[in-house]
């Protein structure tokens, strides 16, 4: 069966970087999407960061130009480079991914998505 395991989080101080990773297994769809999750404390889960099976990628606004989606497919990781972070930042950051092809629309929403890590937490501080 599919598995989706994340590493990476961490605590730092406002400004700081961290690089999640998801290894991806038994996952072998010749169309695919990955995604990044946060949830922060008491709230639902919402998309930061996309990428299609042509490298095409999608971010949200808050996160556009801190931080970077790419997926190594020689050794299926997705990675999550975080750059300049801030503290509303602080979250559980989940990766999920789906095959198929997705409307651009549909790429940051939870519902899309079939498969799930545990999470990784990633707290910043001021």
């Known amino acids: 069966q599919v598995q989706l395991v994340e590493s990476g989080g961490g605590s730092v101080h406002t400004g700081g970087s961290l690089r999640l990773a998801c290894i991806v297994s038994?996952?072998?769809?010749?169309?695919?999407?990955m995604a990044w999750f946060p949830q922060p404390p008491g709230k639902d889960p919402e998309g930061v960061a996309a990428?299609?099976?042509?490298?095409?990628?999608r971010y949200v606004d808050s996160v556009q130009g801190r931080f970077t989606i790419s997926l190594d497919r020689a050794v299926m990781t997705l990675y999550l480079q975080m750059n300049n972070l801030k503290p509303e930042d602080t979250a559980m950051y989940y990766c999920?991914?789906?095959?198929?092809?997705?409307?651009?629309?549909?790429?940051?929403?939870?519902?899309?998505?079939?498969?799930w890590g545990q999470g990784t937490q990633v707290t910043v501080s001021s």
């Open positions: 990428i299609d099976s042509a490298d095409v990628t």
């Open positions: 999920a991914a789906s095959p198929g092809n997705w409307p651009w629309g549909r790429l940051l929403l939870p519902g899309t998505y079939q498969y």
């Open positions: 038994r996952f072998t769809y010749s169309s695919s999407i």
